[in-house]
């Protein structure tokens, strides 16, 4: 059995342990994918500075003396980009669910360094698809955490003034959604600049968006 070590870019480091050396790539990529919470889309695995195809073997970079297997591991949002932009609606709540679940520092660091995820999480939220714009609202706020808050309610708040009440109640949920801390007391706080924008829709036309601010 082979135990296998990923260094990232950023510095961090993964150990599987327990492989058998004849996993194919897209096997092993499935792996780490369930481990960091990005779709292997997102994942190259690189040695001796030669990026692996998905026709490899882990057989073929393990040592002949049976040292661990050490790779590279770069990961990218790029794949998830793609999926928003160009997949069908299965295919983008799926991206918009794996985003909304960001529970490792390697795909935190992936989504923070890249400015066009914001961009497409943002086109979901003009959809007309109410399921689509509700994962994207979970979708950037989930990403406001990796420090993406002030750019999450530049984007929310452009939303407000949509001809669609829809989608003005989708901006309001989001930046419901941003924003909370707690005080001392354990009561919630949120900033007044947030307050203000949900206020201004308290006179919305619509009253499932009055009743969303």
Partial sequence: MVRLVLHTL???????VG??????????KD????RIGLPPSCLQLVADAVELDDEAWL???????????????VISSDGLCSDLEHGARSTKLRALACLANLHTQCAESAVCHNEHILDCIVSC???????????????LSAVATTGKECV???????????NHAGIRGTAVELLGS??????????????AA?????????DDPSGSVREAA
């Fill in 19 to 28: 492989l058998d050396p004849y996993t194919s790539l897209p096997d092993l």
């Fill in 125 to 139: 939220l003009v959809m007309l698809d109410t399921e689509l714009r509700r994962a994207a609202v979970r979708a």
């Fill in 194 to 202: 947030i307050v203000d924008m949900v206020s201004s829709r308290l």
């Fill in 31 to 34: 792996l780490i994918a369930e």
């Fill in 10 to 16: 950023s510095g961090a480091t993964l150990e599987l």
């Fill in 178 to 191: 941003l924003g909370k801390s707690t005080c001392p007391q354990g009561c919630t706080v949120v900033p």
């Fill in 152 to 162: 999450v309610v530049a984007a929310a708040s452009k939303l407000l003034g949509h």
């Fill in 59 to 73: 057989a073929d970079v393990c040592p002949k003396n049976g040292d661990d297997v050490s790779l590279t591991l």
